[in-house]
T-cell receptor, first 113, second 115 residues
């Protein structure tokens, strides 16, 4: 059974610092690894999707890496801004589970002005 | 394109009642998945519908049931509500033929409070 863990559960940084969010998964047999952003009480917004054959994806200030052998993904957010304050979730569909997503518990980020 | 829409946005019920939540997928999508997100936790997969049939199911009791209509919209029904059913219910849509190469699109969710 796939288990996804995100550490830390919460993170507070001053504006301008780089953010590093970690995601680990127990079973490397995944199609892809996805990072989502969730604002309080809202739905999920997709940030980046890394296919299992890729090692990283970049979008603007966001960069996500994937290391299947170690069961880890990392989301980097450069030069954080107060608008980056949100909960960040990682999720991946297992090869035997269609596109059912198994989520981590999320990392709640606060960027202080 | 309106994206994924869900209704209602908020709902308050009492224990033992029944509730129906609704979801309209993004245009061009044919698969709908439902997730339950308790406060402070990540979403948990409930089930997925494609071609009006349940394709996959997570670890949820039979009190949770669903339906998909010919226009691909979907309903989630929960019977005999328990306090623990209080959560944000998220709907996600995708296109079956590219579902593992593309992200799923999530709706804004329905916040259910059971008293």
């Amino acid at each position: 059974k796939q288990e996804v863990t995100q550490i830390p559960a919460a993170l507070s940084v001053p504006e301008g610092e780089n953010l590093v969010l970690n995601c680990s998964f127990t079973d490397s047999a995944i199609y892809n690894l996805q990072w989502f952003r969730q604002d309080p009480g809202k739905g999920l917004t997709s940030l980046l999707l890394i296919q299992s054959s890729q090692r990283e994806q970049t979008s603007g200030r966001l960069n996500a890496s994937l290391d299947k052998s170690s069961g880890r993904s990392t989301l980097y957010i450069a030069a954080s801004q107060p608008g980056d304050s949100a909960t960040y979730l990682c999720a991946g569909p297992h090869l035997t589970a269609g596109n059912k997503l198994t989520f981590g518990g999320g990392t709640r980020v606060l960027v202080k002005p | 394109d309106a994206g994924v829409t869900q209704s209602p946005t908020h709902l308050i019920k009492t224990r033992g009642q029944q509730v129906t939540l609704r979801c309209s997928p993004k245009s061009g999508h044919d698969t709908v998945s439902w997730y339950q997100q308790a406060l402070g936790q990540g979403p948990q997969f409930i089930f997925q519908y494609y071609e009006e049939e349940e394709r996959q199911r997570g670890n949820f009791p039979d009190r949770f049931s669903g339906h998909q209509f010919p226009n691909y919209s979907s309903e989630l029904n929960v019977n005999a509500l328990l306090l623990g059913d209080s959560a944000l219910y998220l709907c996600a849509s995708s296109y079956i033929l590219s579902s593992n190469q593309e992200t799923q699109y999530f709706g804004p969710g329905t916040r259910l409070l059971v008293l």
